[in-house]
């Protein structure tokens, strides 16, 4: 029998948790016409987010927008107050914690905004939609395919989160506990799926703390987890604190 490592693992939301807004909305902007904006969102299918970027990217290369402008949008985004002393935290504490990413914005947006704040090596995998780019053009494809109807079809947080869980173990690191941070109502899958020795960390006023509110208030409660709701990442900091 081999020897496992016991560990606690962090997972990050990215949009409006890491970053103060959304990735996709930051580069939809960059284009300056209103009627070519309604145009795109015209042809918008509920739930198929991948193909609506996939037209914004095709028209930014269309219109002449660089790989490079669009990149310096996503390098100039504000972090979240605290995100930043959070991570130099679970980094200096790298034999305690592992942390991951898990979000519904792209692989090139996420590493591109990771790379200049330094913090590439410390998140252990990112969980997100595939980015490639040919000729100059960026077009993404859906994170993986899964059978949860509530979720949306190109990824299922809960799924990913339950499925790393397992494959770590068989790899011979166990997860006494989890710490999901995030603000969206795509988080509360992976959050309905923890367990009682696990904590959720929700943005207050955002979208999964007013889902976690109104669940609680029902005679059934869907999430186990420690529930905390947050404002700044020095508050998730404190909490994680005493976990050591
Ligand atoms: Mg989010
Ligand atoms: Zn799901």
């Not at 905004?113 to 998140?123: C, F, K, N, P």
């Amino acid at each position: 029998m081999n020897k496992k490592t016991s560990k606690r693992l962090v997972v990050f939301d990215f949009d409006h948790t890491f970053v103060q807004d959304n990735t996709d909305m930051v580069v939809f902007d960059m284009i300056q016409s209103s009627e070519a904006k309604q145009a795109l969102w015209n042809q918008y299918e509920k739930g198929k987010w991948t193909n609506f970027m996939n037209e914004v990217f095709d028209y930014l290369y269309n219109n002449k927008f660089t790989l490079n402008e669009m990149k310096m949008k996503l390098k100039n985004m504000k972090i979240v107050d605290g995100m930043l002393e959070l991570f130099e935290f679970l980094k200096a504490n790298s034999h305690i914690f592992d942390c991951i990413i898990v979000s519904d914005s792209n692989q090139w947006f996420i590493e591109s905004i990771l790379e200049v704040q330094g913090l590439r090596s410390i998140i252990k995998h990112i969980f997100t939609n595939k980015a490639t780019i040919q000729n100059g053009k960026l077009h993404v494809l859906n994170c993986h395919s899964h059978s949860h109807s509530a979720c949306p079809v190109n990824m299922c947080k809960g799924q990913l989160l339950m499925e790393y869980k397992d494959e770590m173990l068989k790899s011979g690191t166990n997860y006494i506990s989890v710490c999901y941070i995030g603000d969206g109502s795509n988080d509360y899958c992976p959050c309905e799926r923890l367990h009682s020795n696990d904590y959720v960390f929700a943005r207050k006023d955002y979208p999964l703390e007013k889902k976690i509110s109104s669940s609680s208030t029902l005679s059934t409660k869907n999430i186990l987890a420690k529930c905390a709701f947050w404002v700044s990442g020095v508050d998730i900091l404190h909490e994680i604190k005493h976990l050591i």
